[in-house]
């Protein structure tokens, strides 16, 4: 099982970012879809998550408004639109897949798989 994270770089406040995370080794669309983010010397936070059929989203209170997530399972991809981006945003973004019940979708310890993270830097 692979989890491939793409689309980081360097932006400036108010630029926004597409992320996308390509799965491998498993069918994405049986599978809740998340991004989760560290930064430096923080843990690592839930920003969205995505229901395995799609028809679900929810958001970190920080990402509401600028964030959208959204998967296609033809293609077994999920990506995550940033807008309005902020240097607060400044982090490793996660690309995660599980099967836990959507209540603790917030939950890291809801994700059997992770990608490898892709940097994301905001500058001021």
């Known amino acids: 099982v692979q989890l491939q994270a793409s689309g980081g770089g360097l932006v400036q406040t108010g630029g926004s970012l597409r992320l996308s995370c390509a799965v491998s080794?498993?069918?994405?669309?049986?599978?809740?879809m998340a991004w989760f983010r560290q930064a430096p010397g923080k843990e690592r936070e839930f920003v969205a998550a995505?229901?395995?059929?799609?028809?679900?989203?929810t958001y970190a209170d920080s990402a509401k408004g600028r964030f959208i997530i959204y998967r296609d399972n033809a293609k077994n991809t999920v990506a995550l639109q940033m807008n309005s981006l902020k240097p607060d945003d400044t982090a490793v973004y996660y690309c995660a897949a599980g099967r836990r019940p959507w209540g603790v979708v917030y939950k890291k310890e809801s994700y059997t798989y992770w990608g490898q993270g892709t940097l994301v830097t905001v500058s001021s």
């Open positions: 995505i229901r395995s059929s799609g028809d679900s989203t």
């Open positions: 080794g498993l069918t994405a669309s049986t599978y809740d």
